[in-house]
Nanobody
Framework: VQLQACGGGLVQAGGSLKLSCAVS????????LGWFRQAPGKERQFVTA????????WTADSVKGRFTISRDNAKNTVYLQMNSLKPEDTAIYYC????????????????WGRGTLVTVSS
C-alpha cells in the first residue's frame, strides 16, 4: 500500500486548506484511513480517520468542528478539509492506512505516506 499526501502550504490564521491523500496498491476494504500531524518537537498526533467503505468517522477534540475527513472511493483518495486554521495547527500532516476497521493510535496504522507541511501564520 502506498500513500501520497499533498496540498499543504502557507495560510493565514482563519483560512482553509484541503489536503489530499492518494492510495495505491493493495487496499483493505475493511480498514481505516487516517490523518495525523506532527509539530516540531512534539509527538505524532491523531487528527481524524474514516473507514474505507463504511463512511464512519472519528475526530480528535482539538480539531472537531473545524476539520472534516472524506473519501472518494472511485479515485482511491482521502481528503482533509481544514477550516478556521490556527497557528497551533502548524505541523507536518501524514495520511496512514490500517488493516483494522477502527484505529486511532499511530501504532495501529500499518502504512504511512510522506507528510505534507501546513504552516499557519498569525
Amino acid at each position: 500500500v502506498q500513500l501520497q499526501a499533498c496540498g499543504g502550504g502557507l495560510v493565514q490564521a482563519g483560512g482553509s486548506l484541503k489536503l489530499s491523500c492518494a492510495v495505491s496498491g493493495r487496499t483493505f476494504s475493511s480498514g481505516a484511513l487516517g490523518w495525523f500531524r506532527q509539530a516540531p518537537g512534539k509527538e505524532r498526533q491523531f487528527v481524524t480517520a474514516i473507514t474505507w467503505n463504511g463512511g464512519s468517522t472519528w475526530t480528535a477534540d482539538s480539531v472537531k468542528g473545524r476539520f472534516t475527513i472524506s473519501r472518494d472511493n472511485a479515485k482511491n483518495t482521502v481528503y482533509l478539509q481544514m477550516n478556521s486554521l490556527k497557528p497551533e495547527d502548524t505541523a507536518i500532516y501524514y495520511c496512514a492506512a490500517a488493516r483494522r476497521t477502527y484505529a486511532s493510535g499511530p501504532v495501529e496504522y500499518d502504512y504511512w505516506g510522506r507528510g505534507t507541511l501546513v504552516t499557519v501564520s498569525s
